[in-house]
């Protein structure tokens, strides 16, 4: 079956006749035409763009139903269902300026094409010029303002996204429709993707197991690269950016064409930077952080579809912020003695001020992926085919007595495969039936043994359909997983170090596991188009997330939490309700958004800490006061909403103010007393209100101007997990950010376009309540908890493209 499968794919036998799509693209007001606007049809990868007169052309398309994207900056994208018979087609297009971006067409989901003002399901889309026109230190941080984002941060470089207060496992990350995985349970790590190799974000706020199975709770992140060049197109760029914090450098260049369909793309990228720094802290010594990345693509695109190769590997050396600090609040780091025995020295101020890599307590991660991605028409619907194979290497140096030895070596391999079959559209009626699923395989190669090893299997199938007519859309689908996990045995010696072999007078710690868990999802939502103004939708969804293996085998002390960790081999899968309602008002100037949702989930884990039979804290090892903690499950509740209004009068399409307001409350219904009542991690109240100023032409050496001022105001957190000393309360803070730009010209064509973008103007020392420093010891000199936030920071980008058509 699968070499037939293969041989159908490779071989387009299902060839028709050559059909041509052409047409004209005018502007609604002036009824110019309008040059540069791109033309595309995303299930083929093929598409052009108007010339001088508005007019444009796309050749060697397959006969069949087809969905268009036609985009322009700073006009109302729009979307088309046009079906080809052979010979030419054309299509005419106006075009109208638009304050929103509703008419976004989403390519995460299980259609061929929907728009974020369709779909039932809250979705949000991020672009590469948003990304340009705004600072970021690294691939997460870049969309956390978002309406319902945020990030759970360790430094400045490493950062977890968190979607409506949910995070870590409870989020799926996909990279062009393959499921990220590296360790994603870790807080201590970043996304293991090239920053600069996206093109376009799309984040579904909501479960997102009926797309991937176990751990979408809380929704899915989704990294889109760029589509492949046109054909006859041979094109490069080169794209700088300077950060004046830590002296961050960025460096990346791409090199890509088209000749006749056959596509190549090559990217090379590098950061280094050195210690942030802020008003409290001055600079963070454990901060710095060094990244090198390289991927790819290699493809054909034909009539029958595309077929693509994607290769990337992923390397970041990153220092570890541990926060020790000496009387004076000087940092410190730990120093060999002798043979056996180190200690804390303080820092000197040429270390704080050094990009170095402190080979004693740093991590070195390395992903590498390879992944092979099909499109093809069969009969009268589409194939599409994906398969991928990662490896994740997870090194942490956390010694001078050992030096180029890690402590901890995870070594994750992981299979990911995806298959649907989209039905050709007929009566407005869209179906879907497909199923994915991965296999992972972690094996621990270090000295010591946090967690053991374990082996996975995933597989799920769907079958989704969705309903279109002028007014009303309606879709939904059912899904079934079952996930096998197969942990290892741990056992400790006499001083408590693990071992996944078996110790001569030592004790098993755990006895292995061999569990599968199975459980079914679903969605259900609908979008009504009131009037030309006003829209509102509704969704309904189950998800799922199968326990993790810390969660299930941990027994020993974890050094990152500081704390005696004891798991649950009896854990039950989470599973949650999520219900959304929206409403929307949208003219051609003024745009509202406003959702709500409740997230009622079952079996939620979460550690509390063990007390003794007289109510004490409880403490494993009498030498070492460590606080004892074991995984339980309960009850939990998500409730909250976002708000977005923007405005861009048609009269005056230089103006553009958007404000948004995101809000996230929570109940551990299960817990015992009012200080265990929230759930850790959750984002405050935030208003973030950006007013802009933008010209597209100015004479003959400047196009896209804009200025920018953006207001961040987070509210004082006072929901937090108080219990345990987990959590304590977090200040308010209002940050005020600035930014400007312009594409540079030269004959008409762009030379260059600058970017740049000043975050914290006026130096504001905080502490994000999602900060995990937050709570790395307190400073003796000053008497403040924690490790502070980034100051004041002065990005620049500069991108350079380079060849032309």
């Known amino acids: 079956m699968l070499r037939l499968l293969t041989l159908f794919l490779l071989l387009p036998a299902a060839v028709s006749a050559q059909s041509i799509l052409n047409g004209r693209i005018t502007d609604r007001t002036t009824r110019e035409p309008l040059a540069g606007v791109t033309i595309y049809l995303p299930a083929l990868q093929k598409g052009g763009s108007t010339d001088t007169l508005g007019n444009f052309r796309v050749a060697d398309l397959p006969a069949g139903s087809h969905k268009v994207e036609i985009r322009f900056l700073s006009y109302r994208p729009q979307t088309r269902t046009i079906r ?15 304050a929103s971006q509703l008419q976004e067409v989403v390519v995460t989901g299980l259609t061929t094409g929907s728009t974020v003002k369709e779909s039932p399901v809250p979705i949000m889309t991020y672009s590469k010029v948003q990304w340009l026109q705004t600072s970021s230190t690294n691939l997460t941080d870049a969309v956390s303002r978002l309406p319902g984002m945020s990030q759970i941060t360790t430094g400045v470089g490493l950062s977890k996204p968190v979607i409506r207060g949910l995070g870590f496992n409870r989020v799926i990350t996909v990279h062009d429709g393959v499921r990220q995985e590296d360790n994603q349970w870790g807080e201590e790590h970043a996304l293991q993707i090239d920053e600069y190799s996206i093109d376009r974000y799309e984040i579904i706020k909501g479960s997102g197991s009926m797309l991937y199975g176990s751990d979408g709770l809380g929704g899915v992140m989704s990294l889109i690269s760029a589509r492949p060049p046109d054909p006859g197109v041979y094109r490069g760029q080169i794209l700088t950016n300077y950060q004046s914090n830590n002296g961050l450098i960025g460096l990346s260049g791409v090199v890509e064409g088209n000749h006749n369909g056959l596509f190549g793309r090559l990217r090379l990228s590098h950061k280094n930077a ?14 710095a952080f060094r990244e090198f990345n390289v991927n790819g693509t290699i493809g054909i695109n034909r009539r ?17 912020v541990t926060g020790e600090r000496d009387q004076t609040g000087r940092f410190q780091k730990l120093v060999r003695m002798d043979s056996d025995s180190e200690a804390l020295a303080p820092v000197s101020d040429g270390e704080l001020r050094s990009r170095a890599i402190n080979p004693a307590n740093y991590q070195n991660l390395n992903h590498m992926k390879v992944s092979w991605n099909t499109f093809t028409k069969v009969g009268g619907g ?3 085919a994906i398969i991928s194979y990662s490896q994740n290497r997870r090194q942490e140096f956390a010694s001078t007595l050992t030096p180029g030895q890690p402590a901890l070596y995870f070594f994750l391999q992981n299979v990911f495969y995806d298959l649907k079959y989209y039905f050709g559209g007929k009566n407005g009626w869209d179906f879907t039936v497909g199923g994915n699923g991965m296999w992972q395989y972690n094996q621990n ?29 309606v879709n939904g689908g059912v899904r079934m997983d079952v996930r096998q996990m197969r942990i290892n045995q741990l056992y400790a010696d006499s001083e408590g170090v693990f071992s996944e072999t078996p110790i001569r007078g030592g004790t098993v710690r755990f006895n292995g596991l061999d569990k599968t868990y199975s459980n079914p999802t679903a969605s259900l939502g609908a979008t009504y188009k009131l009037s030309d103004q006003w829209t509102v939708k509704s969704n309904l969804a189950r998800g799922f997330r199968a326990p993790a293996t810390p969660e299930l085998s941990a027994n020993g002390e974890h050094a990152g939490t500081f704390r005696y960790e004891i798991g649950n081999p009896n854990l039950q899968s989470e599973t949650s309700w999520q219900y959304d ?13 406003a959702n709500l949702f409740q997230n009622r989930i079952a079996n939620y884990t979460y550690s509390e800490k063990v007390l003794d039979r007289f109510g004490r804290d409880s403490i494993v090892d009498p030498a070492r006061p460590i606080l004892t903690y074991r995984y339980v499950q309960g009850n939990a509740v998500l409730y909250g909403g976002e708000a977005q209004v923007t405005i861009n009068p048609r009269a005056a399409r230089w103006f553009h103010f958007t404000t948004s307001y995101s809000l996230v409350r929570s109940r551990n219904l299960s817990a015992t007393s009012d200080s265990a009542r929230y759930l850790p991690f959750l984002p405050p109240p935030r208003l973030l209100s950006q007013l802009k100023f933008t010209k597209v032409e100015s004479g003959t ?5 804009y200025a920018q001022v953006e207001v961040e105001h987070n509210w004082r957190q006072n929901q937090a997990l108080l219990a345990y000393g987990t959590e304590t309360e977090t200040p308010a803070y209002t940050l005020i950010n600035l930014g400007a730009g312009s594409d540079v010209l030269s004959n008409g064509q762009p030379l260059f376009s600058v970017y740049v973008a000043i975050q914290n103007l006026f130096d504001v020392a905080y502490q994000s309540h999602q900060n995990r420093l937050k709570y790395f010891g307190v400073n003796p000199a000053t ?22 058509r």
């Open 445 to 473: 190669q270090g000295l010591e043994v946090l967690y053991p090893g374990y082996k996975s299997w995933d597989n799920g199938v769907f079958a989704f359909a969705q309903k279109k007519t002028d007014r009303l859309t």
């Open 581 to 593: 309602i929206g409403v929307q008002y949208e003219t051609p100037s003024v745009s509202i958004i």
């Open 274 to 287: 050195g210690n942030y720094r802020n008003r409290y802290d001055g600079r963070v010594y454990g901060s």
């Open 701 to 705: 050496r400047w196009r896209n101007m």
């Open 783 to 804: 008497g403040r908890p924690g490790v502070f936030n980034m100051g004041r920071n002065v990005s620049v980008k500069v991108v350079v493209p380079i060849g032309r």
């Open 304 to 320: 029958w579809g595309y077929s693509q190769i994607y290769f990337s590997n992923w390397h970041q050396d990153i220092n570890i």
């Open 382 to 384: 589409n194939l599409s």
């Open 84 to 98: 080809l018979a052979g010979g030419q087609t054309t299509l005419d297009v106006i075009l109208e300026p638009e």
